[in-house]
């Protein structure tokens, strides 16, 4: 197993806005997972992009892998008060074990 | 559909107590997790199962940590003795299939306190 790196670690942007954020990782992977989590619950997945495809999109989601560059990026398009959470991203090679960073904590201003 | 159910939701208790967390996977995933995340290390895969069958605890900090599958819709995480650095909330999670293709469904955690 090996950890995504997300970047920035923080972001504040005003509601309507759109949210990018940066996941690197070390070596192949099968796929690579998002998830959410919002204060005090679970994580949830967001989106998981496989190691064959380029863009992904899920609602106002968006997710581009680049695995020439070992990274995948998440866009969220016209933010909304609800997307306040920590992002995270999971690299997964081989095995069934997923590894999260420290993510990056969205903060969306009314 | 209901969701990875853990319990209890807060735990407050004094070092050296037993603690037992309990965690109800969605029925008819075979994969349950188990994990720690604090703000210091942040998210920890302490182990999981596959069809009740413990495949991977090495994560498991020590020999204080145990986790049992009796069966397929029920799971606990056992601390004892328990001391005040297992602080932490801690996560179940299941999904139908390996990791590598399918996504984890997480409870909402059960947020342990040792005194």
């Known amino acids: 197993s090996q950890q995504g790196e997300e970047d920035p670690q923080a972001l504040s942007i005003q509601e309507g806005e759109n949210a990018t954020m940066n996941c690197s990782y070390k070596t192949s992977i099968n796929n690579l997972q998002w998830y959410r989590q919002n204060s005090g619950r679970g994580l949830v997945h967001l989106i998981l992009i496989r190691s064959n495809e380029r863009e992904k999109h899920s609602g106002r989601l968006r997710v581009t892998l680049d695995t020439s560059k070992k990274s995948s990026s998440l866009l969220i398009t016209a933010s909304r008060a609800a997307d306040t959470a920590s992002y995270f991203c999971a690299p997964m090679a081989a095995g069934n074990k997923l590894t999260f960073g420290g993510g990056t904590r969205v903060l969306v201003k009314p | 559909d209901a969701g990875v159910i853990q319990s209890p939701r807060h735990e407050v208790t004094e070092m050296g107590q037993e603690v037992t967390l309990r965690c109800k996977p969605i029925?008819?995933?075979?994969?349950l997790f188990w994990y720690r995340q604090t703000m210091m290390r942040g998210l920890e895969l302490l182990i999981y199962f596959n069809n009740n069958v413990p495949i991977d605890d090495s994560g498991m900090p020590e020999d204080r940590f145990s986790a049992k599958m009796p069966n397929a819709s029920f799971s606990t995480l056992k601390i004892q003795p328990s001391e005040p650095r297992d602080s932490a909330v801690y996560f179940c999670a299941s999904s139908w299939g390996p990791s590598g293709n399918q996504p984890q469904h997480f409870g909402d955690g059960t947020r342990l306190s040792i005194l």
């Open positions: 029925s008819g995933h075979d994969y």
